[in-house]
């Protein structure tokens, strides 16, 4: 039977795509960002399932899923390194009848996304900046890889781009108008979605023992998502309402 690594899962969420979803966290990520908020599934541990499990588990609440235009997204951690899982779960849900999201920062090998998205109904994509110095400094890695990867899903599976705004990180003027230069660039037209940065992570980074490094920077507030918000809008970009 094919096994994922997994660090949780839930059955009522409703900030991880369209409608009410089952929501499979997966354990392990290559990316090591400095804001992350779930630090603790960056390493895969022992915990293991199944693809028939987690259906066995969907199942029960298929109804609500259905009613609510939802359905089940798997996230992490990173997704894409465990492919093989991903896309033999998401062949079960289509049998099913099941909406599919790929929730993924998309630092993986394209070979890895290229397994998943034939299965995919929707990618939920978190972009972190544009900058590639910015990039390393706060993920660890360059964004090449990620920018095709991204590329790829938008040609392919309607996509929603996440972003998290961190005040004077990724916020500035040059960073939204590179942002806003590469989403017009896409094969497709896609969706923004953004989110605040918080720090309610923090406890657990401090509960590992690895050092907090953004604790001089403060949340994000309306007002910094207000302005990244008209910015896109002023450039015709499909930016979802702020909640």
Request: aromatic share 10%; net charge negative; proline share 5%.
């Amino acid at each position: 039977m094919m096994r994922g690594y997994y660090h949780s899962r839930e059955t009522f969420g409703t900030v991880d795509g369209k409608g009410i979803r089952y929501v499979l966290f997966l354990a392990g990520c290559s990316l090591s960002c400095v804001f992350c908020h779930n630090p603790d599934t960056w390493q895969r541990g022992g915990k293991t399932i199944t693809v028939e499990e987690v259906m066995a588990d969907v199942l029960k609440y298929q109804h609500y899923y259905k009613a609510s235009g939802g359905g089940i997204t798997v996230s992490g951690g990173e997704p894409l390194l465990q492919p093989e899982f991903v896309a033999a779960l998401f062949q079960e849900c289509r049998k099913q009848g099941i909406h599919t999201t790929l929730d993924t920062a998309g630092f993986c090998p394209q070979d890895n996304l290229e397994q998943v998205l034939p299965y995919t109904d929707e990618v939920l994509f978190c972009l972190k900046v544009m900058d590639e110095k910015k990039h390393r400094l706060l993920t660890g890695a360059d964004n090449r890889c990620i920018q095709s990867n991204l590329r790829l899903a938008a040609a392919q599976v309607p996509t929603v781009i996440r972003y998290v705004v961190i005040p004077e990180i990724n916020d500035e003027s040059a960073d939204i108008q590179q942002l806003a230069a590469f989403i017009v660039s896409l094969p497709q037209t896609v969706s923004v979605e953004l989110l605040g940065y918080h720090i309610m992570g923090k406890r657990k980074w401090e509960d590992l023992g690895i050092p907090y490094r953004l604790s001089s920077v403060p949340p994000a507030n309306q007002k910094h998502l207000e302005a990244v918000y008209h910015w896109l809008a002023k450039k015709e970009i499909d930016v979802q309402p702020m909640q």
